[in-house]
């Protein structure tokens, strides 16, 4: 497993932009595929974002495809999202998580590290 900590969340205004953050401990993690999921007060934790190991691969749900986007520097152990053009329904609590899949996946089983998380609140 790896450890890790995400920050960059905060209160924005509708149309505003946020960039989150995370930090993994160990020495493998260029070998995680990596993704960004949110749990919105009373719903299920959903898939928001994923980037294979290299970071040749992304995906995105329907609901954030061309706001968000997702990176990795596996020098320095991180992976951000930047999330442009914030609406009132991405307020969630969002969460980094590792996974041993070869390429990125949106499907919460196959990750075995999850962070904190880190809430993000959009204002209309």
């Known amino acids: 497993q790896v450890q890790l900590v995400e920050s960059g969340g905060g209160l924005v205004q509708a149309g505003g932009f946020l960039r989150l953050s995370c930090v993994a401990s160990?020495?493998?993690?260029?070998?995680?595929?990596m993704g960004w999921f949110r749990q919105a007060l009373g719903k299920e934790r959903e898939f928001v974002a994923t980037i294979s190991p290299l970071g040749s691969w992304t995906y995105y749900a329907d609901s954030v495809k061309g706001r968000f986007t997702i990176s990795r520097d596996n020098a320095k152990n991180t992976i951000q999202l930047q999330m442009n053009s914030l609406k009132p329904e991405d307020t969630a609590v969002y969460y980094c998580a590792a996974s041993g899949a070869r390429r990125g996946s949106s499907d919460q089983r196959e990750y075995h590290s999850w962070g904190q998380g880190t809430q993000v609140t959009v204002s209309s």
């Open positions: 160990g020495r493998t993690f260029s070998t995680y595929t």
